[in-house]
Every structure is written in C-alpha cells, then in structure tokens.
C-alpha cells in the first residue's frame, strides 16, 4: 500500500502570505496524484488533477507540482473562504490512499 | 449536473448489517467506475472499494475485505454497499465518489455522505 504523507498538519496564514502543503508517496506514483479541498460538513472537492492540471471553475491561485514522490500544494493570495482542510490522494495502484489532510485557517 | 445521493445508513450495533445505496444522475451510469469512500468524522479519507462500470470487477481495502460486497444496478443507476459483520471502526460518513471509467482516475464528483454509528 502507497502510504501519503502530508505536512504540516495545520497552517495558519495571512491573506498576504502563501500556503505551501506538500505530500510525500511511499513508492512512486508518477503524476497521479491529486488535492481536494474539504469545508466543514461539506464533501471534498477537486481542486488539482494528475499533480498539476488546473480544475474548471477552480481559482487560478490554487496550483500543484511535482512527480514520482513529491507534490506541493500552492495557494497564492489565500482568500478567507479558502480556509478548509486538504487532501492528497493517489490513484496509481490499488488499495488508493490519502493523505492525512493539512487544516488551513485564514487569519 | 451530476448528482450522487447517498442513503442507507444509520445505527447499527456491532456484528449487524448495513446496506448503503447511491443513486447517481447527470451521468452515463453504466460507463463510470464507482467508489465508496470513507471518513470518521473530523478525520482523514479511506477509500473503502471500487466496482467497474459493467459491474464485472471490484476491489476492496483490506479493512474491510471478505465484510463489505459492493455491487450496482445499471438499470437502475444505483451503486450499493452490502455491510456485515460491522465493527466500531466502520463509524463514518460513507461517501459515493466517481470520476471516469478507470478505476485510476481522479474523483471529480462526490454525494454528500450518509451516516454510519455501529455501537451498542
């Protein structure tokens, strides 16, 4: 099973700063690797796709890098309604796994 | 728009059995691989299991393997999550996602969750 890491476990930014959350695979998963973004009682939403392909209808502040093991999570300017919790998730091989999640709170 | 609705779940008490359903809308059904996915609540995902479009081929997460049956009805645009021997670890919203015909693919659409308590 392909274990996710992601770090760290909570942020806290101002509008003005960046949100940078990355996520370690155990083994290699090429690109396939994707994020989504969780609000309280809400179901998680796409957000990025195979690492770094953008999302219709997602603001272009939300981006995603990297390959093999790992990927970076970047929000530019964060607005106050991106504050949520965001998970990783592998589809390269089965059991699919996801990351712990990452708690982000726009101060 | 595509839409996943969720329902089944409830208080079950532990060695009891659960059936979930997901209706789907908006979608060529019978095409998409279908997942169920997991969270305790204020917890990270688990992805539970998977089944093909046709309906031929599923896959399950150890933790839950030779317990949980998943299965679908095409005519009916139905995906099911057959739960026995239920523990307290299988606590959670239990979510619906799907994304293409691939079992490796992104989850672009996701129900809203029903609810599963297994306790005494």
């Known amino acids: 099973e392909i274990v996710l890491t992601q770090s760290p476990d909570f942020q806290s930014v101002t509008p003005k700063e960046k949100v940078t959350i990355t996520c370690r695979a155990s083994?290699?998963?090429?690109?396939?690797l994707h994020w989504y973004q969780q609000k309280p009682d809400q179901s998680p939403k796409l957000l990025i796709k195979?690492?770094?392909q953008s999302i219709s209808g997602v603001p272009s502040r939300f981006s995603g890098s990297g390959s093999g093991t790992d990927f970076t999570l970047t929000i530019n300017s964060p607005e106050a309604e991106d504050a949520a919790t965001y998970h990783c998730?592998?589809?390269?091989?089965?059991?699919?796994?996801f990351g712990p999640g990452t708690k982000v709170d726009i101060k | 728009e595509v839409q996943l609705l969720e329902s089944g779940g409830g208080l079950v008490q532990p060695g009891g059995s659960l059936r979930l359903s997901c209706a789907a809308s908006?979608?060529?059904?019978?095409?998409?691989?279908m997942n169920w996915v997991r969270q305790v609540p204020g917890k990270g995902l688990e992805w539970v299991s998977a089944?093909?479009?046709?309906?031929?081929?599923?896959y399950y997460a150890d933790s839950v393997k030779g317990r949980f049956t998943i299965s679908r009805d095409n005519s009916k645009n139905t995906l099911y999550l057959q739960m026995n021997s239920l523990r307290a670890e299988d606590t959670a919203l239990y979510y619906c996602?799907?994304?293409?015909?691939?079992?490796?693919?992104?989850?672009?659409?996701w129900g809203q969750g029903t609810l599963v308590t297994v306790s005494s």
């Open positions: 195979y690492a770094s």
């Open positions: 089944i093909s479009g046709s309906g031929d081929s599923t």
């Open positions: 996602a799907t994304g293409s015909s691939s079992w490796y693919t992104t989850y672009f659409y």
């Open positions: 083994q290699s998963i090429g690109s396939n």
């Open positions: 908006g979608l060529a059904f019978n095409i998409y691989a």
């Open positions: 998730h592998q589809s390269s091989s089965l059991p699919f796994t």
